[in-house]
């Protein structure tokens, strides 16, 4: 592999962020293929980072400065990916009404925009409409729904029916504190994912 | 005995008469709903923030129905501080930090006062005032030493990303900026201490330390950043505790087992609430029985919610069975009682904690 490849992947292990932006540009200057730098070494990072957290070999700070170094480098990267290059898919995220609770979803995003996804973060404490809403608008690949208490996740059920309602074959992921792989069988979510970095896994299998 | 000997017995790892059994928290629904099991008297379904002094206390004597209906062992105060409201769904507090309220839980911070070192120059640190501590001098006035009182204190994991509006903002700075990160420790640890202060001034027996610090997977952050960044405030927290006589466990929901050999470094006297989707309390109580008190274990994400009464019974049956034997258990949801807890189950619990909590308890294979 090139050794600027490897240079973005490790600049943004390290959560260097102006270091990414400076490389990834050299890179495009050197004449790499933008689709090239984004997937050998800006999703290969995040699935360095990932894969360790998974292990728990590395904690939700160093997904996080991961995150926001790929997010500089994507800044300087995204007007050069030619349209339909964009990611592998769209995904729509939010958390269910009556829950307030962001940091879950906010990881899902950064771990799907790492695995090269366009993200739609609708944010947090949304009505049924609004999530139905969303799906008509932005025609996503996937939506995801979090919830963090078991009160409000059994709002997912009343989601899923409502946008399966308009299209019966959406593609629905739910994950968050309280929610099981049972629980997302029972309420016919399409997939479920113990933590940030497997629901990206778990989308890109869907999608496969 | 009474309840707040028996809570005192159960922090000292020591078998009083029965299990003593005591909730961190009840949502304004979950009061309601279980006062009217007791009383027509009730306020209007709607959150504290809304209610009229009035019927915040009825909320409040509601409660206290509720805890001397089902002779519960120890009762929790919150501290109520001041806020002035932004809109419908936000209120503005001391120290200048934005907050979301819900019915589903606690207020929580969506915008700080701080967003990077530049900003801690111009902050002016919030002091507590008496008159925000008024639900434990309530609950005092009402119970006495008849109970055990439990006073929530907010962590300083959890003060120190409210003043920034962000959890992953402080996570982020964590490997950004350490100083800045001791400094936010700092000012949010002032602020608990004073809190502290007030609390044993008031009449509390034992402090609950809030925040949590991990997620059903793991810890929020590594062993190593927690003993950086908490710990030696945490440290600081449990010494000002015992010098005011006070007793402090920490709460906090997920996998705490990465970390609660620094929990119990930092002096703290027990572990709430042993999450049983990521911790199995048989174990916490095997490596950790010996030197934290263990509250807590009964599932309110689903057994409380959608299961029978009979699985409450049974569940209780066999969480005392194995926490219980040589003292050191206090009974309670795996979180608190919020709305979608079916308050009979609840009840149940009680009354299985009742039913199979006298001592001696044997250990069951």
């Known amino acids: ?208 | 005995m009474t309840g707040r000997e028996r809570m005192f017995e159960a922090f000292a790892r020591r078998e009083p008469d029965r299990v003593p059994v005591w909730e961190m928290a009840f949502n304004e629904e979950s009061i309601i709903k279980l006062g009217a099991f007791f009383t027509d008297d009730l306020p209007p379904m709607k959150f504290a923030q809304q209610m009229t002094t009035e019927e915040k206390i009825k909320l409040l004597s509601t409660l206290f129905t509720v805890v001397r209906q089902l002779e519960l062992d120890g009762i929790t105060s919150i501290a109520i501080l001041e806020t002035e409201t932004v809109d419908d769904d936000h209120v503005r507090d001391g120290w200048g930090r934005i907050m979301r309220v819900s019915e589903e839980g606690e207020a929580t911070a969506v915008a700080g006062p701080v967003s990077g070192p530049s900003d801690l120059k111009g902050l002016k640190p919030y002091h507590p005032q008496q008159s925000e501590l008024l639900m434990l001098m309530a609950a005092k006035g009402n119970f006495g030493d008849e109970i055990a009182q439990v006073m929530v204190q907010p962590g300083p994991f959890r003060e120190s990303w409210m003043l920034l509006g962000s959890m992953e903002k402080l996570l982020y700075f964590y490997m950004k900026d350490p100083a800045f990160v001791h400094d936010l420790a700092r000012l949010a640890t002032d602020f608990i201490l004073e809190i502290t202060d007030m609390s044993a001034d008031l009449g509390a027996d034992i402090v609950a330390l809030d925040g949590d610090l991990a997620f059903s997977q793991t810890t929020l952050m590594s062993p190593a950043q927690y003993e950086e960044f908490i710990l030696p405030y945490h440290k600081e927290i449990t010494q000002r505790a015992h010098e005011r006589d006070l007793l402090i466990f920490k709460h906090s929901d997920g996998n705490m087992a990465p970390i609660l050999d620094g929990i119990v470094e930092a002096g703290f006297d027990g572990f709430h609430p042993v999450q049983p989707q990521c911790m199995d309390i048989g174990e916490v109580k095997e490596r950790y029985g010996d030197r934290l008190c263990i509250l807590g274990n009964i599932d309110c994400t689903y057994l409380l919610p959608f299961g029978s009464e009979e699985e409450v019974d049974r569940t209780v049956r066999e969480t005392i069975s194995k926490a219980a034997p040589g003292g050191g258990y206090v009974v309670s949801s795996s979180n608190s009682i919020h709305p979608g807890c079916k308050p009979e189950n609840y009840i149940a619990m009680v009354k299985a904690a009742r039913r199979y909590g006298e001592y001696p308890i044997e250990a069951r294979a």
């Open chain 1, 1 to 208: 592999m090139e050794r600027i490849l490897l240079l973005i992947r490790d600049r943004i292990v390290a959560g260097d962020e102006e270091g990414t932006k400076k490389s990834v540009g050299e890179a495009l200057v050197s004449g790499l293929e933008p689709r090239k730098i984004m997937e050998h070494a800006m999703m290969a990072a995040m699935e360095d980072v990932g894969e360790r957290f998974s292990r728990n070999e590395a904690f939700i700070p160093e997904l996080i400065i991961a995150a926001a170094a790929m997010q500089e480098g994507m800044e300087v990267l995204k007007p050069r990916l030619a349209a339909g290059e964009r990611g592998n898919g769209l995904i729509v995220l939010g958390t269910v009404y009556g829950d307030i609770h962001s940091i879950g979803k906010n990881l899902v995003r950064m771990c799907m925009e790492g695995a090269g996804f366009e993200v739609v973060d609708l944010g947090e404490d949304l009505k049924t409409q609004a999530f139905v809403e969303a799906y008509e608008k932005h025609e996503p690949d996937i939506l995801g729904l979090s919830a963090l208490l078991s009160s409000t996740m059994q709002h997912m059920k009343e989601v899923i029916n409502a946008v399966r309602a308009i299209d019966p074959s959406a593609l629905i992921m739910v994950g968050g504190a309280p929610v099981t792989a049972d629980y997302a069988q029972e309420i016919s979510a399409s997939g479920y994912a113990p933590n940030a970095f497997e629901a990206a896994l778990k989308a890109k299998e869907l999608l496969a």
